[in-house]
């Protein structure tokens, strides 16, 4: 090509073709985790990372955007395409999600919240929709771009536009992989009943009495420390018994502070273990395979070899 627009797209398929080839590894990576990590029941849960399969209920009522879907959790995208000299690209001129509203996941043994904000959602498209020649926008499209104040009219037309829409329904199978914690209020309670606790024990004498082990008339540090650890002790194994009673109503599952793993999936570990694979075969070799076919054509075309 005589502009040199083969250089520009070589380069840019040498970058693309670097990104596949670690964006494999991330997927295998994540694959090895969602194996090596033993599926608990919620029953069971340990706070910390988990992973749990079971149906998704609603705690509240909720519709997706675009198709009015009763469901537990929506996304979506709108693209318009854009026009830059004799090429153009898409652009996301709108997305959004629930991610602020929990749902439960149901296992048999129980029920606890998922908060999904923050998840990495493996799961297909519910709804797409494109513009183009003999396919007007439903009038459900076109209230949405209006009410969001996005322009989709130009002096030539209509826009090419394209609607992408994903959703869980309640009753449906899912996946989570993501970290176990209390929540808020659940922590502040327990900091609460400890600090009464300790301070209904510094002011009964006789308990204090018990506290000193050695019976030296004082208590020291390891003595007050033993006694505070009891307390604790006692506090956790009641809130326990509280929780597993009470569907792990002060325990969320959602993405950790620390651990940042957090996957939420309509695809059974099974499936969701097989669509990792093939990720991470194609971005492995794909992108090994079209790293190297670029840098021979740049060393081809800059008359290097």
Same mark, same amino acid.
């Given at each position: 090509?005589?502009?040199?627009?083969?250089?520009?797209?070589?380069?840019?398929?040498?970058?693309?073709?670097?990104?596949?080839?670690?964006?494999?590894?991330?997927?295998?990576?994540?694959?090895?985790?969602?194996?090596?990590?033993?599926?608990s029941? @919620?029953? *069971?849960? $340990?706070?910390?990372?988990?992973?749990?399969?079971?149906?998704? #209920? %609603? =705690?509240?009522?909720?519709?997706?955007?675009?198709?009015?879907?009763?469901?537990?959790?929506?996304?979506?995208?709108?693209?318009?395409?854009?026009?830059?000299?004799?090429?153009?690209?898409?652009?996301?001129?709108?997305?959004?999600?629930?991610?602020?509203?929990?749902?439960?996941?149901?296992?048999?043994?129980?029920?606890v919240?998922?908060?999904?904000?923050?998840?990495?959602?493996?799961?297909?498209?519910?709804y797409?929709?494109?513009?183009?020649?003999?396919?007007?926008?439903?009038?459900?499209?076109?209230?949405?771009?209006?009410?969001?104040?996005?322009?989709?009219?130009?002096f030539?037309?209509?826009?090419a536009?394209?609607?992408?829409?994903?959703?869980?329904?309640?009753?449906?199978?899912?996946? @989570?992989? *993501?970290? $176990?914690?209390?929540?808020?209020?659940?922590?502040?309670?327990? #900091? %609460? =009943?400890?600090?009464?606790?300790?301070?209904?024990?510094?002011?009964?004498?006789?308990?204090?009495?018990?506290?000193?082990?050695?019976?030296?008339?004082?208590?020291?540090?390891?003595?007050?420390?033993?006694?505070?650890?009891k307390?604790?002790?006692?506090?956790?194994?009641?809130?326990?018994?509280?929780?597993?009673?009470?569907?792990?109503?002060?325990?969320?599952?959602?993405?950790?502070?620390?651990?940042?793993?957090f996957?939420?999936?309509?695809?059974?570990?099974?499936?969701?273990?097989?669509?990792?694979?093939?990720?991470?075969?194609?971005?492995?070799?794909?992108?090994?395979?079209?790293?190297?076919?670029?840098?021979?054509?740049?060393?081809?075309?800059?008359?290097?070899?």
């Amino acid at each position: 090509m005589s502009d040199d627009r083969d250089i520009g797209y070589a380069i840019f398929g040498f970058g693309f073709g670097i990104w596949s080839f670690f964006w494999g590894f991330k997927r295998l990576r994540r694959k090895r985790m969602i194996e090596n990590i033993p599926t608990s029941t @919620v029953r *069971g849960l $340990a706070m910390g990372l988990v992973e749990l399969t079971g149906k998704a #209920k %609603k =705690t509240t009522p909720l519709k997706s955007v675009f198709t009015n879907t009763d469901c537990v959790f929506y996304n979506y995208t709108v693209e318009r395409y854009q026009r830059s000299g004799k090429s153009g690209h898409w652009v996301t001129v709108a997305k959004g999600d629930s991610g602020d509203c929990t749902f439960l996941l149901d296992d048999t043994t129980g029920k606890v919240a998922i908060l999904p904000k923050g998840a990495e959602f493996i799961m297909p498209k519910d709804y797409e929709f494109s513009t183009g020649w003999g396919r007007p926008m439903p009038s459900n499209l076109q209230a949405f771009l209006n009410n969001n104040h996005i322009q989709y009219n130009s002096f030539m037309g209509t826009y090419a536009m394209r609607f992408k829409e994903c959703y869980i329904c309640p009753g449906e199978d899912i996946y @989570v992989l *993501g970290t $176990a914690k209390k929540t808020h209020a659940a922590v502040d309670s327990h #900091k %609460k =009943t400890l600090m009464d606790r300790i301070t209904q024990l510094k002011s009964n004498p006789e308990k204090m009495e018990k506290v000193d082990l050695n019976k030296d008339g004082q208590i020291n540090e390891e003595e007050w420390t033993r006694a505070v650890a009891k307390i604790e002790q006692n506090l956790l194994e009641e809130e326990l018994k509280e929780i597993q009673s009470n569907e792990l109503a002060d325990v969320v599952v959602t993405k950790g502070d620390m651990e940042k793993t957090f996957i939420i999936s309509d695809h059974s570990q099974k499936e969701l273990t097989k669509k990792l694979t093939w990720q991470a075969f194609s971005g492995v070799f794909g992108g090994a395979a079209l790293t190297i076919a670029m840098l021979c054509y740049l060393l081809f075309r800059f008359n290097i070899f």
